[in-house]
């Protein structure tokens, strides 16, 4: 039998997910059975078509637009969640911005924290529950050119560890990921054109192709699952392999 992945009867929180690798990953861990709640500041009506497309996959996604950089409404988001679902096994905390430093660190960091400790509770009680945290390669090797970005990012690292040595005893486990160069309207921010980016990136990584949401989605899904139960604090780059053997 073939192996395959099954988060049904699991409820995930993906925060960013309207679009890029939050709205990537809304539909792996549909198709993998989960109840999504996507949370996200874009208007519910553009968000409609995604939620239409992936009702046709799973269990329909439920849309909030909480902003997670508010500690009042992050524990919103999570309340919410709980009332209409009773449950939350799955926190993907991905929402990210390009923005300066007051904005940077509020969403990347303190969001991350408020997000996190919203279901902290919940999760304990049950003594099960997985978080995923959204960081960049950025963070070793001080590229974007924005250092908003490189130091917000730095520090949902850095709370990546501390949150996994501080929540792994009370059975919930914390990992993240470092992606980087994965076509976005994040990353097209810093490019003219699609052309433009190709080229800048293309000559450098190893397998000749740049990142798209979905090749993050995956690693996310695998953080989620029962394969990756032995997992704890890890940040795996996920960057074509860029970072550690790229030209
Ligand atoms: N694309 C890349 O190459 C890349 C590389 C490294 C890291 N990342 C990280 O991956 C994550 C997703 O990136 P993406 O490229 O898909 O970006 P994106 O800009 O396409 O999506 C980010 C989403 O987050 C939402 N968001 C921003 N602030 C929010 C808030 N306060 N509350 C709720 N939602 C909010 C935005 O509305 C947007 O829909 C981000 O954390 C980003 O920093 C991306």
Request: with cysteine.
């Amino acid at each position: 039998m073939a192996y395959s992945i099954d988060l049904s009867g699991k409820v995930a929180i993906i925060t960013g997910a309207a679009r890029g690798i939050g709205a990537a990953t809304a539909e792996l861990l549909t198709k993998a059975g989960a109840q999504v709640v996507i949370d996200d500041l874009a208007p519910e009506e553009t968000v409609q078509p995604l939620l239409d497309r992936l009702a046709q996959l799973g269990p329909r996604p439920w849309y909030l637009t909480e902003d997670i950089s508010k500690e009042e409404s992050a524990r919103r988001m999570v309340d919410r969640t709980l009332e209409k679902f009773g449950r939350v096994d799955i926190l993907v905390n991905n929402a990210g911005v390009v923005a300066g430093w007051e904005k940077s660190l509020e969403v990347h960091v303190m969001g991350v924290y408020y997000c996190s400790e919203a279901v902290r509770e919940h999760m304990a009680a049950r003594g099960s529950g997985r978080i995923v945290n959204l960081t960049s390669t950025c963070v070793h090797s001080g590229g974007t050119g924005i250092p908003q970005y490189v130091a917000s990012k730095g520090g949902t690292y850095a709370l990546t560890r501390y949150l996994a040595r501080t929540y792994a005893p009370l059975g919930i486990l914390v990992n993240g990921v470092m992606p980087a160069v994965v076509m976005s309207d994040m990353i097209m921010t810093r490019y003219k054109s699609e052309q433009e980016m190709l080229e800048h990136y293309i000559p450098m990584m190893p397998i000749r192709r740049i990142g798209y949401p979905e090749d993050i989605a995956g690693v996310i899904l695998f953080l989620c699952s029962e394969l990756s139960s032995f997992l704890v604090g890890e940040i795996i780059v996920a960057d074509g392999g860029r970072m550690h053997v790229g030209i």
